[in-house]
């Protein structure tokens, strides 16, 4: 009686071919959700910082007859003020560049805004990772 127990080395080998790649798919599934969630993550950190930003410039737009928005070209910073433009708009952990006029934007360096007329604001924010979020708005007092 000829009773052999075990794999052979051929069933082996198949065995873990088949193994090195399902896991290999599933390895790939799973970094390529783990860069999408850190994209998406990331836009979502810009449109919430980018919100923030507008709604500053809306609530001296509204509650003020006049105010500053200033605009450093080099730095990719802007700063709004009542009487001077000394508070930072946004973050440092984004570029942002910063058009605003009436009635179209235009680049600035240190505008006196007038509430009375509306404000066309266009803001680019750009991460490190070079992911770029951009939004234009009118803003008018009521």
């Known amino acids: 009686m000829n009773n052999?127990?075990?794999?052979?080395l051929v069933e082996l080998l198949a065995a873990i071919t088949?193994?090195?790649?399902?896991?290999?798919?599933?390895?790939?599934?799973?970094f390529s959700f783990n860069n999408n969630y850190d994209?998406?993550?990331?836009?979502?950190s810009m449109d919430q910082n980018a919100n923030l930003i507008l709604a500053a410039i809306k609530e001296y737009h509204q509650k003020n007859d006049s105010y500053w928005i200033y605009y450093d070209d080099s730095d990719k910073r802007a700063f709004i003020g009542k009487d001077s433009?000394?508070?930072?708009?946004?973050?440092?952990?984004?570029d942002?560049?910063?058009?605003?006029?009436?009635?179209?934007?235009?680049?600035?360096?240190?505008?006196?805004?007038?509430?009375?007329?509306?404000?066309?604001?266009?803001?680019?924010?750009?991460?490190?990772?070079?992911?770029?979020?951009?939004v234009e708005t009118t803003v008018k007092r009521y």
């Open 4 to 8: 052999q127990k075990g794999l052979t």
């Open 18 to 30: 088949v193994l090195f790649t399902i896991s290999g798919i599933i390895y790939g599934v799973f």
């Open 39 to 44: 994209r998406i993550s990331s836009k979502n």
């Open 85 to 94: 433009a000394d508070t930072l708009l946004g973050d440092t952990s984004y």
């Open 96 to 134: 942002l560049e910063l058009k605003a006029g009436y009635p179209a934007p235009v680049s600035i360096n240190n505008i006196k805004v007038d509430t009375q007329q509306p404000l066309t604001v266009q803001l680019n924010l750009t991460d490190k990772k070079g992911q770029t979020y951009e």
